[in-house]
């Protein structure tokens, strides 16, 4: 988020411009960006983004998709590596046992199964578009036999904090608390000996 925050914040400020603060970059983000390039997903429509000394900023929709981008173009910002498909496609392998998708050792391995239980949660998921183009462009990493499902449910934007909030109000939760006293005697192993 923070690095789409300042993308956005360069973005709008126009080439030799001056980049928009943080705060409003933030906004703009929240408001303006959506996810282009996914089949049968329609263009973003230009509209006006009004700034806090009330000039208006025309914003076209290749600006609006741009925004996003580099979710799958992480070099944008910077970053190394693939974009949020091929992270998915990491995570999925690392699950596996032996690293591959179709295992020869295994046979089936349920890899299908996590293809079709993407789940998206945070403020950068919000983004129109952003499901379609990510399901878009995991179904030619996948296996033949697995066709990506990505599920973007409406409070996916909090999702981290439900989460935690479901996690902490467990009955087994208070066993795994740790007080500060502990971290600071044991350090951050104390969490794997406390969770695990």
């Given at each position: 988020?923070?690095?789409?925050?300042?993308?956005?914040?360069?973005?709008?400020?126009?080439?030799?411009?001056?980049?928009?603060?943080e705060a409003v970059a933030c906004r703009a983000k929240e408001e303006l960006g959506a996810?282009?390039?996914?089949?049968?997903?329609?263009?973003?429509?230009?509209?006006?983004?009004?700034?806090?000394?009330?000039?208006?900023?025309?914003?076209?929709?290749?600006?609006?998709?741009?925004?996003?981008?580099?979710?799958?173009?992480?070099?944008?910002?910077?970053?190394?590596?693939?974009?949020?498909?091929?992270?998915?496609?990491?995570?999925?392998?690392?699950?596996?046992?032996?690293?591959?998708?179709?295992?020869?050792?295994?046979?089936?391995?349920?890899?299908?199964?996590?293809?079709?239980?993407?789940?998206?949660?945070?403020?950068?998921?919000?983004?129109?578009?952003?499901?379609?183009?990510?399901?878009?462009?995991?179904?030619?990493?996948?296996?033949?036999?697995?066709?990506?499902?990505?599920?973007?449910?409406?409070?996916?934007?909090?999702?981290?904090?439900?989460?935690?909030?479901?996690?902490?109000?467990?009955?087994?939760?208070?066993?795994?608390?740790?007080?500060?006293?502990?971290?600071?005697?044991?350090?951050?192993?104390?969490?794997?000996?406390?969770?695990?």
């Amino acid at each position: 988020g923070e690095a789409l925050t300042t993308w956005t914040a360069q973005l709008l400020g126009g080439k030799g411009g001056k980049p928009l603060e943080e705060a409003v970059a933030c906004r703009a983000k929240e408001e303006l960006g959506a996810v282009s390039g996914a089949a049968g997903v329609p263009p973003p429509a230009a509209c006006q983004f009004e700034l806090p000394d009330g000039r208006k900023l025309t914003v076209t929709p290749e600006m609006r998709g741009e925004i996003a981008e580099p979710l799958f173009r992480p070099q944008l910002v910077g970053e190394a590596g693939g974009g949020l498909a091929q992270l998915v496609l990491d995570c999925i392998k690392l699950r596996d046992r032996d690293g591959v998708l179709e295992s020869e050792t295994h046979g089936y391995d349920g890899t299908a199964a996590w293809f079709g239980s993407i789940v998206l949660a945070g403020g950068s998921s919000m983004f129109p578009g952003l499901q379609e183009r990510l399901c878009e462009e995991l179904t030619p990493l996948g296996p033949s036999h697995a066709k990506p499902k990505v599920l973007a449910l409406p409070e996916r934007k909090h999702a981290a904090w439900l989460g935690g909030s479901i996690l902490g109000s467990l009955p087994t939760m208070p066993s795994m608390w740790i007080s500060k006293e502990e971290y600071d005697e044991n350090g951050p192993l104390i969490v794997h000996r406390k969770t695990f």
